[in-house]
């Protein structure tokens, strides 16, 4: 990536939105590219070898957690215009989650020893960080939430409406009808991890869900016609 496709995918983050040009010319000066293959792993859980802030060019990432019999519990997926690895940046404590690339990627790797100085000449900087951070405090704590008091079926249910308020896109159908779209839907596998589940139970769901109307699935996208439903945390199949 060259200087202005580096300028033109910062401004469109919120994180470095109100940087001014000599800020954000500042800021590019300290971003070093690097690429990632499918499947490679670009940090550890607990690692503390490396403490920089990730952002996402071009591809897609999972962020996970792994338990003591090595399943998987995916926190988030993230694709362009995404950043990760803000908490270890401030705080230089370990990493708390693990993170993998699950198609190719190129990242933009900013290393805290630099960050850490912008933030101290940059306080709208500061603030946008601590609103990011707020927010996704907030998801994890509706995460959690969700994982502990509702049904399986409520733990999917929510997952695609954290699906929607991230990534959804409204569209008129064929009909005239307004319906979200989640473009390059995750798989079902990744939305198990997500909520916790099993592979053959989201199948099972998004079946029942199908015959009810309440979603379609149409390549890769994941068509929601009926949200509402969708937020019932004892949903049933």
Same mark, same amino acid.
């Given at each position: 990536m060259n200087n202005a496709d580096v300028a033109e995918l910062l401004k469109g983050i919120d994180l470095f939105?109100? !940087?001014?040009?000599? *800020?954000l010319e500042q800021l590019i000066s300290l971003v070093e590219p690097k690429d990632f293959c499918r499947d490679e792993t670009i940090i550890l859980e607990k690692d503390e070898s490396v403490q920089a802030l990730y952002l996402i060019a071009s591809g897609e990432v999972?962020?996970?957690? +792994?338990?003591?019999? %090595?399943?998987? =519990? #995916?926190?988030?997926?993230?694709?362009? %215009?995404?950043?990760? %690895?803000?908490?270890s940046l401030i705080d230089g404590e370990p990493r708390s989650a693990s993170v993998k690339a699950v198609t190719a990627a190129s990242l933009l790797v900013i290393r805290r020893e630099h960050f850490i100085q912008l933030?101290?000449? +940059?306080?709208?900087?500061?603030?946008?960080?601590? #609103?990011e951070m707020c927010m996704r405090l907030r998801k994890a704590n509706r995460h959690i939430g969700s994982l502990s008091t509702?049904?399986?079926? %409520?733990r999917v249910g929510g +997952?695609?409406?954290?699906? #929607? *308020?991230e990534k959804g896109?409204?569209?008129?159908?064929g009909s005239g009808n307004m319906v979200t779209?989640?473009?390059?839907?995750? =798989? *079902?596998? *990744? !939305?198990?991890?997500?909520?916790? =589940?099993?592979?053959?139970?989201?199948?099972?769901?998004f079946s029942g869900l199908v015959k009810k109307g309440s979603i379609s699935v149409a390549g890769k996208d994941l068509i929601i016609y009926d949200e509402n439903f969708l937020e019932d945390k004892d949903l049933k199949e």
């Open positions: 939105s109100k !940087l001014t040009e000599a *800020q999972k962020v996970y957690m +792994t338990d003591s019999d %090595g399943k998987e =519990t #995916i926190l988030s997926l993230l694709g362009r %215009g995404d950043f990760f %690895g803000e908490m933030l101290r000449s +940059t306080p709208e900087l500061s603030i946008s960080l601590l #609103i509702m049904s399986v079926f %409520g +997952t695609i409406m954290n699906l #929607i *308020q896109v409204r569209v008129h159908d779209v989640i473009r390059n839907r995750p =798989t *079902q596998q *990744q !939305l198990a991890e997500m909520a916790g =589940t099993t592979r053959e139970t989201v199948s099972r769901i």
